[in-house]
């Protein structure tokens, strides 16, 4: 039976009147508004007592906002079911956000990144078909006339040269 009782409380703390009541006379009492992302009902250990858990962007405002739907929910219970409905606690700010995860948000971008990078590398490399080296001519059964010494940075080549004004005639 306190099951059924959790089950119908639920559905009346989930309406969509009461909760546009609850909204409107926060914004009555000027808290600033944000948005309501769940609201959770659950019973405490089979017993008629209900345990309302919201998320909302702002803590303060799931807090404010659980406090009103408490007591709003209490006032139309005992009306419409003529049932003693009592608050057993106010509703306490967690102090940890839920959400956003920094941390965790962070990590997967960089991990995204780094494979994302990696694949664009790889896959770079492997649709690659110019000629790089020597070999690669060589694989394609093609002979090679000749090739371009590489010399080391410190090395001048053009020391070696002669403009066309200093050659003899």
Not at 7 to 14: D, E, F, H, R
Not at 34 to 49: E, K, L
Not at 122 to 134: H, V, Y
Request: aromatic share 8%; proline share 5%.
């Amino acid at each position: 039976a306190s099951s059924r009782l959790s089950n119908l409380y639920s559905v009346i703390l989930k309406n969509d009147d009461l909760i546009q009541e609850v909204t409107d006379n926060l914004n009555s009492l000027g808290v600033k508004p944000s948005g309501i992302h769940d609201i959770r009902i659950s019973a405490v250990a089979n017993s008629p007592a209900l345990h309302i858990e919201v998320i909302a962007y702002d803590a303060d405002y799931a807090w404010a906002f659980c406090n009103e739907l408490t007591f709003n929910a209490q006032e139309i219970i005992d009306q419409s079911m003529g049932g003693q409905v009592r608050i057993l606690s106010q509703a306490q700010k967690n102090p940890r956000p839920v959400a956003p995860h920094t941390w965790k948000n962070t990590f997967f971008a960089g991990l995204l990144g780094f494979i994302l990078c990696t694949v664009v590398i790889l896959f770079s490399d492997l649709l690659n078909n110019k000629i790089q080296r020597g070999e690669d001519i060589a694989l394609m059964g093609l002979s090679l006339l000749g090739t371009i010494p590489e010399y080391p940075p410190d090395h001048d080549i053009f020391v070696h040269l002669q403009s066309s004004e200093d050659r003899p005639r």
